[in-house]
């Protein structure tokens, strides 16, 4: 049973039993649009006691607000009481609520198109608040007083751009007005519902224009400073496009479908930039960028409680977005390191988008996925051929020293140089033989020795916690 007949048969049963119930809401707007509703919801005069015993499985997620959730199989329907609404003192909640009629339940709802009642039994459409007039007119309006609807919920103000953008309609000028006077309470939102709706924004093809329609709102300047400041920071010749916000929009109008975490990291992936222009010299540089703009994602991860492994790919994917800057020239040890990272698939859709909203060709792109494919072929991270304890029967003391020539056995490895543990053995004597006899016994002055041979041969670093070894040109 899809939704869409799973809240068809919750109409029928109600109205079986004396209640009226209707579609109610978004999936009417969808409809009536020529869209394809994802969810159906139905709203009813039957209080949350008579809708339960009528169906075999429900959840009261919200029984206090007339909300019951009738299940079937996958199908899932909200069926909530029409009600009008008490004040509200905290932003989101109204302080109690009274079971009342359909016309009365259009009145206390957010916007006029997501204020329509269809009858699909009937076949009618039902507006008490010129709904039908806005869709057509393709607008979107608050009902009624729009300061008193988002004094409400101040959360409307945020879903009032995602509508606007996703479904290409305009604000009404009233809505809009009382929008900008009262952006500053977005910052009473928590961040969990602040996420929530983001999430919504950027997962959808309209993401740039969402957001800069909250920037000119002035709601993004309160969720996001950090993003709002890349307005106007000048990025020089080598980004014909413009400053840093131009350059994140056009990022993110490349991305087409994607997850949350490579849109948001796409969004954020420039924020250092603004903290550490340097203009001095006549040019633009942006040193450590990166680096700053990923302890900024941090923090914006924990203001909007992402969870910890979000948090970590958020902030790695931040860190290393320059990292393929000069990828043809990177040895395939650090490349074939960085793959190994488990958050390598968002860092190469960020890698992509970074580079169309530079204007530059993909061709970069499409070496690093080749790249990837071989190393998919031959295995994605293959068993070191030699291990500590063979150093150690190699003579070697313990101490850092293997740890750092164990890392330079795997490099070759991962370059092909070494095709078996014979040959990575024979290597690993010539290593420790070298160091020995340079400085003599003792662990420290072969550790030296082994450094000064690192430095000569510029050996790749993990690839997930310093940069890569091929130092990216600054930007």
């Keep these: 049973m899809t939704n869409r007949q799973l809240a068809i048969f919750i109409i029928r049963r109600l109205r079986a039993h004396g209640h009226e119930a209707l579609l109610a809401g978004g999936c009417v707007r969808d409809r009536l649009l ?31 607000f007339g909300v019951v959730v009738v299940l079937s199989g996958k199908a899932r329907v909200e069926v909530a009481t029409f009600r009008s609404d008490e004040p509200y003192t905290d932003g989101r909640h109204p302080t109690a609520v009274r079971f009342t009629s359909a016309d009365q339940d259009a ?8 204020a329509l009642f269809y009858d699909p039994l009937r076949r009618r459409t039902l507006d008490y608040v010129g709904g039908l007039k806005d869709l057509r007119r393709g607008l979107v309006r608050a009902v ?26 305009p604000l009404h ?30 997962t959808d093809a309209s993401r740039a224009k969402a957001m800069e329609m909250a920037r000119r709102l002035g709601l993004l300047e309160r969720i996001l400073p950090e993003v709002t400041a890349m307005k106007g920071c000048k990025q020089g010749r080598v980004h014909p496009e413009g400053d840093a916000w131009r350059h994140t929009m056009l990022c993110l109008e490349s991305l087409g479908r994607t997850d949350v975490l490579t849109a948001l990291a796409t969004l954020l992936h420039d924020i250092g930039k603004p903290p550490t222009a340097d203009y001095s010299d006549g040019g633009v540089h942006f040193y450590g960028h ?7 994602a941090r923090d914006i991860a924990a203001r909007l409680r992402l969870s910890a492994a ?6 790695w994917v931040v860190r290393h977005h320059l990292d393929f800057l000069h990828v043809r020239q990177m040895r395939q040890a650090t490349l074939k390191r960085i793959f190994q990272n488990p958050y390598f698939p968002t860092l190469a859709r960020v890698q992509r988008a970074d580079a169309l909203g530079s204007r530059c060709t993909l061709a970069d792109h499409r070496y690093i996925m080749r790249a990837y494919r071989r190393t998919l072929a031959e295995g994605l991270k293959p068993k070191p051929l030699v291990t500590g304890h063979d150093l150690l029967a190699l003579g070697m003391r313990p101490g850092p020293a293997v740890g750092r020539i164990l890392g330079e056995l795997y ?20 290593l420790v033989a070298a160091a ?24 790749a670093t993990d690839g997930q916690d310093a940069p890569a070894r091929v130092r990216p040109k600054k930007r």
Excluded: C, W
Excluded at 290 to 296: F, I, K, L, R, S
């Design 107 to 114: 009145r206390r709802r957010d916007f006029t198109i997501n």
């Design 411 to 430: 490099d070759r490895q991962l370059e092909g140089a070494l095709p078996s543990r014979r040959a990575a053995l024979a290597a690993a004597r010539r």
């Design 173 to 202: 000028r009233d809505t809009a007005s009382a929008i900008r006077r009262l952006a500053p309470l977005i910052r009473r939102v928590s961040g969990e519902r602040l996420r929530d709706e983001l999430a919504l924004m950027l």
């Design 436 to 459: 020995d006899s340079a400085d003599g016994p003792g662990e420290q002055s072969g550790a030296s020795t082994f450094r000064r041979k690192q430095r000569q041969d510029a050996p």
């Design 310 to 315: 979000q948090t970590d790919e958020l902030v």
């Design 144 to 169: 009624g007083n729009a300061e008193e609807r988002f004094r409400e919920d101040h959360l409307r103000m945020l879903r009032a751009v995602r509508f606007s953008s996703r479904l290409g309609f």
């Design 34 to 64: 020529g869209r394809r509703p994802k969810d159906y919801d139905v709203a009813t005069s039957a209080t949350p006691d008579e809708v339960r015993p009528l169906f075999r499985k429900t959840l009261a997620i919200g029984a206090q």
């Design 290 to 296: 990166p680096q700053v703009g990923a302890e900024m």
